[in-house]
């Protein structure tokens, strides 16, 4: 079990021991290029191989990317589909040398919606890789924030009917996809949005938030260095005081529990 955010208060870093990424902005890219919007993605493949590289090298152990969300499935069905080839395609390619770099894979998301072929391949590089420790790299495809929590919901509500109306964050959290993982320290989002689009909404509760107008095929290791140097000059209160975190962990009060404060007002 990880440290939960907002019941204990997380170790401070210098490197973010997770890292999740909303790897955006490849079809204006392509657009900016007078290419088509696909060929964004495909640059999109290499910017992802070198990110991975330099993650390792800094001792980040966890990296999340966003790759498919369970709203793409909205874009006009030849993106849709050669996004799904991109990903065949790149499991093929990459999972030998990432088991090589001692990566271990893993996919999270609805995966009942994709093809056999490309849920076999997913599979499979999961099993080969599940023993190795260097890094952790997530991929969530087809994934939701909505969806992870209503899937947890579900999951403990059928495991532990008789606690219904009673159920705590604790008890949920071994039901979320990413159970495996701390909660990130550090988000980042390319291509000059600031939002969330239903990444991991559960998880995200009291990460530091970056966002760059750069376009995902465009990002590099120095502009993953520029965030890193950001989230050294945050100050994460956790919802205490300034003052409280020079004075050191003694001065955090355990939370007061209010009396009736546990019923249902
Ligand atoms: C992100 O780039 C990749 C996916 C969502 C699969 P976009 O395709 O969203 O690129 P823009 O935002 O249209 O530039
Ligand atoms: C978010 O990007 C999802 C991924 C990067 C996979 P989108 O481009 O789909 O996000 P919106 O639609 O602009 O919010
Ligand atoms: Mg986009």
Redesign the pocket.
């Known amino acids: 079990m990880f440290a939960s955010a907002t019941h204990s208060i997380p170790e401070q870093r210098s490197v973010p021991r997770h890292l999740a990424i909303?790897?955006?902005?490849?079809?204006?890219?392509?657009?900016q290029r007078f290419l088509p919007?696909v060929a964004?993605?495909k640059q999109?493949v290499e910017t992802v191989r070198q990110v991975v590289k330099a993650c390792i090298e800094r001792g980040i152990e966890y990296l999340t990317l966003?790759?498919?969300?369970s709203e793409?499935w909205r874009?006009p069905p030849e993106?849709v589909s050669f996004?799904m080839n991109l990903f065949v395609t790149a499991l093929e390619r990459e999972v030998g040398r990432l088991h090589s770099n001692g990566v271990r894979l893993r996919v999270v998301g609805d995966l009942a919606a994709f093809e056999p072929r490309l849920i076999d391949l997913i599979r499979r590089g999961e099993n080969l890789t599940a023993e190795n420790k260097k890094l952790t790299l997530t991929v969530a495809a087809n994934y939701g924030g909505r969806w992870d929590l209503m899937q947890a919901f579900n999951g403990l509500a059928l495991a532990y009917p008789e606690k219904a109306g009673n159920y705590t964050e604790a008890d949920l959290e071994p039901f979320l996809s990413m159970s495996y993982a701390p909660e990130p320290d550090l988000f980042i989002r390319t291509?000059g949005?600031q939002r969330i689009s239903n990444f991991l909404l559960w998880q995200l509760a009291y990460c530091e938030l970056y966002f760059t107008q750069k376009?995902?095929p465009d990002f590099d290791e120095a502009m993953l260095e520029e965030a890193i140097d950001s989230f050294r000059m945050r100050e994460r209160r956790f919802g205490r005081t300034s003052e409280q975190l020079t004075a050191g962990p003694g001065a955090v009060r355990p939370a007061p529990t209010f009396a009736g404060s546990s019923g249902n007002a």
């Open positions: 909303i790897m955006d902005g490849n079809g204006r890219w392509a657009k919007r964004g993605h999109g966003f790759a498919f969300s793409n874009r993106e996004l291509g949005e376009f995902w």
